[in-house]
């Protein structure tokens, strides 16, 4: 671990492995559940951003995904297994996706396969569905039943959120989203929970692999002994 990064101005970094971590990630503490902050999955607000393996992954498994939405539109979705969307159709107006938004998935793109988004018809994903009065997802629902990891089969722009690998002139780092489309939802807001380095462990692995993962407890375990001096704090 080495000490204080630059980074962007107002932000501290710890670098891990070369790779430059926001001490936001070893502090603030994160946790996705819609009951507990009745948010009725607002990050689902619109479709997410996929690139064709992602697609494939999900038709694989869109038959057993589709049996917890509303039977009737889980039944269209399984007939047509078309999920998604028409850019020309969805987007009349140009490309919805935020600068940000692609920013956060660039680099996990291969190169000459151009983002693909997720339908949300009336502005909710289409995986979006209702149980209990709580919205929730359709993807994560079949994962967690199946007992598959959520990178196995849900999009990484969905499992990511609120932390993201980017790239700059220093080279890589992992911070945290602040999109604006999302910067009202409750998480943020009033985080609660374990910290992202422990919440989030499923989408830095994702992100940057296991050996990284356990590279990144061992330095929090020194950062919450040995913080960085004057550095920002939630």
């Not at 987007?91 to 998935?105: D, K, Q, R, S, T």
């Not at 949300?120 to 995986?127: G, I, T």
Request: proline share 8%; hydrophobic share 35%; net charge negative.
């Amino acid at each position: 671990m080495s000490d204080q990064g630059k980074g962007p101005p107002g932000r501290s970094y710890i670098t891990v492995a070369g790779v430059r971590v926001e001490e936001r990630i070893f502090t603030t503490p994160y946790t996705c559940d819609p009951e507990l902050y009745s948010c009725q999955s607002q990050c689902c607000c619109r479709g997410c951003i996929l690139h064709q393996a992602e697609i494939e992954r999900i038709r694989l498994h869109l038959s057993e995904i589709a049996s917890f939405l509303p039977p009737g539109k889980g039944r269209a979705l399984a007939a047509k297994g078309c999920f998604v969307a028409d850019c020309a159709t969805q987007c009349p107006a140009g490309c919805e996706i935020h600068g940000l938004e692609w920013e956060a998935l660039r680099l996990h793109f291969p190169e000459g396969d151009p983002p693909h988004c997720l339908s949300y018809p009336d502005q909710m994903c289409l995986f979006a569905y209702e149980r209990n009065g709580v919205r929730l997802c359709a993807i994560h629902s079949y994962a967690l039943k199946a007992g598959l990891g959520l990178s196995e089969v849900k999009p990484l722009d969905c499992i990511q959120y609120p932390v993201y690998l980017g790239e700059d002139e220093e080279g890589r780092f992992l911070g945290v989203q602040e999109t604006p489309n999302l910067a009202h939802i409750p998480c943020l807001k009033d985080p609660q929970g374990e910290v992202m380095v422990l919440s989030l462990g499923y989408a830095i692995e994702a992100l940057l692999g296991k050996e990284f993962y356990q590279q990144l407890l061992q330095a929090s375990e020194r950062y919450v002994s040995n913080p960085i001096p004057g550095a920002h704090r939630p």
